[in-house]
């Protein structure tokens, strides 16, 4: 297997939620300190694996299994259409049925509200447009991380990682001839600007309650 279709294996868009997830609660000491509340961190990680991974996932091999999407790849634009509107659709029920352990973490909360709206921005570019799902998704994850490091605790080692893995992802993508460089950047620049306009207009909320 090439280092690029493994890169685009391992950062896929229904795995990057829970990478933010884990790295957030074990590699960020404020949030490491909050995990005494097990039952919702708990109720979290399900929430998570449920609506970003094994529910997409299903949806994926049923379209596929029925002929309403070629591939998981999903090469053309409108084949993206479907499985995004019941994405968009676990999320609203997921986030509305865990409302109340997402309030006990706010910044987690501000990362689901903003991947719900970048799935949604994503829905309707597809309807005319093919972006990068896979840069939305490190265009959030990279803002995550730069935001939590001036929000909740320094630290710029993890800046760090997520810019290289960044750059990774892009140049896999481009590499695998799935998108263009265009498609990259505005996915990137989606996903990053929707999570750190998200998060700086609730920044006093987050430093209050952290």
Known sequence: MRFSKFISYVFHPVFVPLIILFTLFNFTPILANSTSNNICVNSIYTLFILIYTILPILTGVVLVKFGLIGSFEMHDNRERIIPLITNTIYMLVGGII???????????????????????CALVISFFWKISMHMLAAGNMLAVFVSSNFLIEPNLFLVFI???????????????????????????????????????????IITSII
């Open 98 to 120: 865990n409302s109340s352990c997402l309030n006990i973490f706010p910044f987690v909360k501000l990362i689901f509200l903003a991947i719900f709206i970048i799935t949604i």
């Open 162 to 204: 997520f810019i290289i893995f960044a750059l990774i992802i892009a140049f896999s993508r481009y590499n695998e001839s799935a998108h263009t460089i265009p498609q990259l950047i505005f996915g990137l620049a989606i996903g990053f600007c929707t999570q750190i306009f998200l998060i700086l207009n609730q920044s006093s």
